[in-house]
């Protein structure tokens, strides 16, 4: 196996869904409007009418545990609108947190340290006591010094939706090739990428 396969982002976890849709609606006082429900009743009571549910899933399962949620058509199109009216509007976006195992290149890692708000950075492999394993004094400092742009090292990030949106735009053409081969097409992946990160960029959206 070559460096190059070796270069990846792998998704491990993924939370925040279900409060977010809630607290996005508190400040118009729209809860009542939510038709996206979890099965124990966390998000919102499931509305009963004539025997049917109005809480209609959008596509989604999502499950926690032993819940489900189910996300309406309502709550997605309202994200949308807040979503492409800016981040202030989108706030809540920010509860949207999703963590990954990301091998890169120092190359790309010294650029993705541009972005500080809305990442976590959990850990990473430390080239001390894994290459310079038994160096010491002047012979570590050198291998340190020394170490290639292309050196491949492991981290775990954590991402909120909202700066992974802001990345999606701000580096989606790079002409870095690792932007647009390995980070974009895994942002374009993850739940709900179309319609709260990728959705393209309008101006005097109503909400």
Known sequence: MNKEQNIYIRTLELAGIASTL???????????????????????????FEGKSTCYPYGYKIFY?????LIGEKD?????RLVLNGDDHAKAMRGI??????????YIWQEMDTYTVGVIPLSSESTMHCEAKGLKGEELVKFKENLPEGHVQKRIRAFSYQTLRRIYFQRRTHRLP??????????????LSEELITIKKELDVNV
Request: hydrophobic content about 45%.
């Open 97 to 106: 947190i999703v963590w990954a195992e990301m091998n890169l290149p120092r």
């Open 178 to 191: 690792i932007w647009q081969e390995i980070v974009i097409p895994w942002i374009k992946s993850l739940p």
């Open 65 to 69: 545990e032993k819940s489900k949620l």
């Open 22 to 48: 809630k607290a996005m609606r508190l400040p118009m006082k729209s809860e009542s409007r939510s038709d996206s429900c979890l099965e124990d009743g966390f998000l919102c009571p499931s509305v009963v």
């Open 76 to 80: 997605i199109y309202f994200s949308e």
